[in-house]
């Protein structure tokens, strides 16, 4: 768990921490998450560190936290757009993040964040099963959603549903960036995806 004394530093320093973090998982050459080069690149000691974060757990929640506002960003404006359809609003939302890779840069990036990420598949695990607790912000929006057409009307059932999706939209950034199949191709199988759950989950007429 991120400890207060983390929350408690000057901004300044924070955002050297975050971003010693954000630099380790995007651009390790070796896919090993290393505490060592972390609090090189941050200018801490290792005591810091340990001040800071549990274990290389909370380096994840570390990427969550930096990641969610951008993403939050973007999925408030897709939800409005979509008004209020899952499947509409995570169809558009592939588009907004394959869109990144029209930089170079960017794309760069995000190849290497999502290899690591995967090639770290434990630390997320963990992280997702075990100390993940959602937020206000995420039990909101599963609020907005609508449920017109949907036979899963609760909000636990709705949260379940937006987990199977993000996992295939997590498949495909992965097969997109990382091992880069054409947008169209992944865009496509993406898509299909979508489809087959919302059947299972539509109400049949």
């Not at 941050?42 to 380096?59: E, M, N, P, T």
């Not at 209020?84 to 169809?91: E, I, L, M, N, P």
């Not at 950034?173 to 199988?189: H, Q």
Request: glycine share 4%; hydrophobic share 40%; with cysteine.
């Amino acid at each position: 768990m991120i400890k207060q004394t983390f929350y408690n530093l000057p901004e300044e320093k924070r955002k050297r921490v975050v971003s010693a973090v954000i630099a380790e998982f995007s651009e390790s050459e070796d896919e090993k998450i290393s505490i060592n080069r972390i609090i090189k690149r941050a200018g801490i000691s290792r005591g810091s560190f340990y001040q800071y974060f549990d274990d290389k757990v909370d380096l994840v929640e570390v990427l969550q936290q930096s990641f969610a506002g951008l993403v939050w960003a973007d999925a408030e404006t897709l939800l409005n757009a979509a008004d209020g359809d899952v499947f509409d609003t995570y169809a558009k939302l592939f588009d907004t993040v394959a869109s990144l890779a029209d930089d170079a840069h960017k794309r760069s990036i995000l190849r290497r964040l999502l290899r690591n990420l995967h090639a770290n598949d434990d630390l997320v695990s963990e992280y997702l099963f075990n100390r993940f607790q959602g937020g206000e912000r995420n039990r909101e929006a599963y609020k907005r959603f609508s449920r017109e057409g949907l036979r899963f009307q609760s909000d636990a059932d709705l949260e379940l549903l937006v987990q199977i999706i993000c996992d295939q939209l997590k498949n495909a950034m992965f097969a997109f960036y990382v091992l880069e199949e054409s947008r169209e191709k992944v865009r496509g199988d993406y898509l299909r995806k979508l489809e087959i759950i919302k059947a299972g989950a539509a109400v049949k007429n």
